[in-house]
């Protein structure tokens, strides 16, 4: 199939441009940008006017709860939100049930995806078996299956020298290793973020040092170990400060935050919203715009949808009981447009954030548009609004604190290896 993408605003954070070029896509892959290579003829001519053409999203946190929990998303509604939203690649946590600490489990997720022929989809794994923080998996096995790094999602270690250990292996290897930092004493039973909501509604609160004193018993061990460390969803002033002084020392730390957690605060709970209950928790307004400013500086390498569709039925409870997480695949890129609008951030940079630098922690080649690369793509109307309803949204999890509200930015076609997996009329 040969596709000419014709009269778009062709934006490649990668390689600085930002133009009305052409794009020229053969065999599933990018064969030329501006003009036509010789003799190229086109199967399909794709009219991209008044269209943004940007790489194809890389989202950094995507639960797509297989194996395990189909109970409460599938793996096809999944990668149909995925590439609803514009996302062709996504990495997705080890948190399934069982957890992603076997080669084979890995190489099942790995096909199944694969036979869907939608996103691409990099495995997380394990960093201890079953995700107990006791015992070690075996790293070199899990990145043969593919695994693109290892994390123990938001498990914590059971013993210190257990996560110094595991440290030091993957430094050993070139393993990168994905922490949310977050003490598990300190966070204990609390739902909300320790601040004046928390107190006005009764809640049990997470205070911001339960952020804090892990990070620093992290960036301690990383600096310790030499570990490449990605840290994942930071949600305080004081964790990104603390981030952006270890970038400083020369550290070889990455670090993201959720989209959700660059537009609300703890005051969005309002009278319990439990589609607001979300973990880490949102945090205050200061807390909030820190995260904005570092998004903008670039000591936040990349914003994640933080995708964690959760059962109806579970978020019917209340506040406290209520299950953390909300649907994000559909909506990280309006909400990164609504963030770039707001605090004055060129496309071109926002784009990046979702793109090309979180291809980077990945460390895959994703997230631009060179010739002699893959083809994909997402093609989206900037200037588009759209009503967020639960009934046109693809994901199984529904859930979301944006629902009924007004967002801009619009995907109107994706493209995997060349294929137009989804277009919008």
Same mark, same amino acid.
């Given at each position: 199939?040969?596709i000419h993408i014709k009269g778009?605003?062709?934006?490649?954070?990668?390689?600085?441009?930002?133009?009305?070029?052409?794009?020229?896509?053969?065999?599933?892959?990018?064969?030329?940008?501006?003009?036509?290579?010789? !003799?190229?003829?086109?199967?399909?001519?794709?009219?991209?006017?008044?269209?943004?053409?940007?790489? &194809?999203?890389?989202?950094?946190?995507?639960?797509?709860?297989?194996?395990?929990?189909?109970?409460?998303?599938t793996l096809e509604s999944e990668?149909?939100?995925?590439?609803?939203?514009?996302?062709?690649?996504?990495?997705?946590?080890?948190?399934?049930?069982?957890?992603?600490?076997? *080669?084979?489990?890995?190489?099942? =997720?790995?096909?199944?995806?694969?036979?869907?022929?939608?996103?691409?989809?990099?495995?997380? $794994?394990?960093?201890?078996?079953?995700?107990?923080?006791?015992?070690?998996?075996?790293?070199?096995? =899990?990145?043969?299956? $593919?695994?693109?790094?290892?994390?123990?999602?938001?498990? *914590?270690?059971?013993?210190?020298?257990?996560?110094?250990? %595991?440290?030091?292996?993957?430094? @050993?290897?070139?393993?990168?290793?994905?922490?949310?930092?977050?003490?598990? %004493?300190?966070?204990?039973?609390?739902?909300?973020?320790?601040?004046?909501?928390?107190?006005?509604?009764?809640?049990?609160?997470?205070?911001?040092?339960?952020?804090?004193? %892990?990070?620093?018993?992290?960036?301690?061990?990383?600096?310790?170990? &030499?570990?490449?460390?990605?840290?994942?969803? =930071?949600?305080?002033?004081?964790?990104?400060?603390?981030?952006?002084?270890?970038?400083?020392?020369?550290?070889?730390?990455?670090?993201?935050?959720?989209?959700?957690?660059?537009?609300?605060?703890?005051?969005?709970? !309002?009278?319990?919203?439990?589609?607001?209950?979300?973990?880490? *928790?949102?945090?205050?307004?200061?807390?909030?715009?820190?995260?904005?400013?570092?998004?903008?500086?670039?000591?936040?390498?990349?914003?994640?949808?933080?995708?964690?569709?959760?059962?109806?039925?579970?978020?019917?409870?209340?506040?406290?009981?209520?299950?953390?997480?909300?649907?994000?695949?559909?909506?990280?890129?309006?909400?990164?447009?609504?963030?770039?609008?707001?605090?004055?951030?060129?496309?071109?940079?926002?784009?990046a954030r979702i793109t090309s630098?979180?291809?980077?922690?990945?460390?895959?080649?994703?997230?631009?548009? @060179?010739? &002699?690369?893959?083809?994909?793509?997402?093609?989206?109307?900037?200037?588009?609004?759209?009503?967020?309803?639960?009934?046109?949204?693809?994901?199984? $999890?529904?859930? @979301?604190?944006?629902?009924?509200?007004?967002?801009?930015?619009?995907?109107?076609?994706?493209?995997?290896? !060349?294929?137009?997996?989804?277009?919008?009329?």
């Amino acid at each position: 199939m040969k596709i000419h993408i014709k009269g778009g605003r062709l934006i490649d954070p990668k390689s600085g441009v930002d133009a009305k070029k052409d794009l020229y896509i053969a065999a599933g892959k990018i064969v030329a940008v501006g003009n036509p290579p010789n !003799g190229f003829t086109a199967n399909r001519v794709i009219d991209a006017t008044g269209l943004v053409v940007c790489p &194809g999203l890389v989202d950094l946190a995507a639960r797509l709860r297989e194996p395990g929990f189909e109970y409460l998303a599938t793996l096809e509604s999944e990668m149909e939100a995925a590439i609803a939203g514009g996302v062709t690649s996504l990495a997705c946590p080890p948190d399934t049930d069982p957890p992603l600490d076997e *080669p084979g489990l890995v190489e099942m =997720l790995k096909h199944r995806a694969q036979n869907l022929n939608q996103a691409r989809v990099y495995p997380v $794994g394990a960093l201890t078996q079953g995700l107990k923080g006791e015992r070690l998996t075996e790293m070199a096995e =899990l990145v043969d299956a $593919g695994c693109v790094a290892f994390s123990q999602a938001d498990a *914590p270690f059971a013993d210190s020298q257990v996560f110094y250990h %595991a440290l030091q292996y993957a430094a @050993t290897f070139g393993f990168p290793v994905w922490l949310r930092p977050q003490d598990p %004493a300190l966070a204990r039973h609390g739902v909300a973020h320790d601040g004046p909501v928390a107190t006005r509604c009764g809640l049990q609160g997470i205070p911001v040092c339960a952020e804090t004193v %892990a990070l620093s018993t992290m960036l301690i061990l990383a600096r310790e170990t &030499g570990a490449r460390v990605h840290f994942a969803r =930071l949600s305080s002033a004081e964790g990104v400060e603390m981030v952006r002084k270890a970038k400083r020392e020369g550290l070889p730390v990455t670090c993201d935050i959720a989209i959700h957690h660059a537009h609300l605060t703890e005051m969005d709970i !309002g009278y319990f919203d439990s589609n607001c209950r979300l973990d880490p *928790p949102l945090r205050s307004q200061r807390d909030r715009d820190a995260l904005r400013a570092a998004l903008a500086d670039g000591t936040v390498d990349a914003a994640c949808s933080d995708h964690t569709p959760v059962d109806e039925d579970a978020k019917q409870l209340p506040f406290a009981e209520a299950e953390p997480g909300a649907t994000g695949l559909e909506l990280l890129l309006p909400l990164t447009l609504k963030w770039a609008e707001e605090s004055g951030t060129a496309l071109s940079a926002a784009l990046a954030r979702i793109t090309s630098q979180p291809a980077r922690v990945l460390n895959v080649d994703a997230g631009h548009l @060179t010739p &002699g690369h893959a083809a994909d793509i997402c093609l989206f109307d900037a200037e588009r609004h759209w009503r967020v309803a639960s009934e046109s949204l693809k994901s199984q $999890g529904k859930n @979301t604190p944006y629902i009924g509200l007004e967002v801009k930015g619009k995907v109107r076609y994706t493209l995997v290896d !060349g294929q137009v997996v989804y277009e919008v009329k």
